[in-house]
């Protein structure tokens, strides 16, 4: 496996971000700045996507039905990752 193609299975399928720099640093230079670009790349989308969750549907008077389960998710995720950041 290549540098590239390492750095990005460590950036993307390690849960953790210091695990996953510390796999991609472990197996080259190269492949540790893959990890953090992907890494960080996955975080700011989870972010971005999560915000964007919790503001679907907030200028309606009244949420479909099949919003409010998503709405519930993005408010609990984003109270969560303010707590515990």
Known sequence: MNDVS???WAGLGVDNTAE???AGA???DA???VAVLAKT???AMMDS???R???TGL???KPKPSQTKLLSYGRSFQSLSLVFS
């Open 6 to 8: 390492y750095g990005m």
């Open 53 to 55: 969750t919790l503001f």
């Open 41 to 43: 790349t996955r975080n």
């Open 26 to 28: 472990l197996y080259s």
């Open 20 to 22: 996953a720099v510390a």
């Open 59 to 61: 200028g309606k008077a």
């Open 49 to 51: 996507l999560s915000w």
């Open 31 to 33: 492949a540790g700045k």
